[in-house]
């Protein structure tokens, strides 16, 4: 499966290992490594804004980052070439970090984990390919993936505004919406034939 396909492998073992590693032996890892935009901004750490894509706060959260990789990550690569492939996943991670950096450039705690952002960039890189591809909320429910990709702006959009008036927290929503953002655009530069590809599938 990911003998043509060897960086979503790499991604996948490293993010493991790393993880892995913080959970079970040095949570001081963890600290050490997240997106902290008062570290970034005042402190210079801009590293951050690439290893905190490679810790995760829980097994749970590792692993449903992962599950997502191992279904999505082998079907991009192996479309858009390996290269591209990771200019779209760290581009995206870039991006998503990047607008919640601006977000909470005057948060002095916000913290944050995960590679839910570059996932989510490669998700909706997928749907510019698949956009009738069925895609299972919970492993249950099936629904088009340009369907599911409209409910999720729309979700973390909502969900950011509730955020700023107490009433939703622990999800970094902002960088689940500038991951997805920053996919899209990113395969449309890397493969310029995707729009015409999606436009052709819906019938455009």
Known sequence: ??????????????????????????????????????????????YRMITGGFVHGSLGHLAFNMITLFFFGPVLEARIGSAEFLVVFFGAELAAHALTLWLHRETPGYSAVGASGAISGLVFSFCLFHPFQKIYLFFAIGIPAWMFALGFVGFSIWAMRKRETGAMGGIAHEAHLGGAIGGLLLTLIVEPRALATFLGQIGL
Not at 13 to 24: C, E, F, K, Q, R
Not at 29 to 41: C, T
């Open 1 to 46: 499966m990911f003998y043509d396909t060897p960086f979503t492998l790499f991604l996948l073992l490293i993010n493991i290992l790393v993880s892995g590693y913080a959970l079970y032996y040095d949570q001081t890892l963890i600290g050490k490594l997240a997106f902290r935009p008062r570290d970034i901004l005042k402190s210079g750490q801009w």
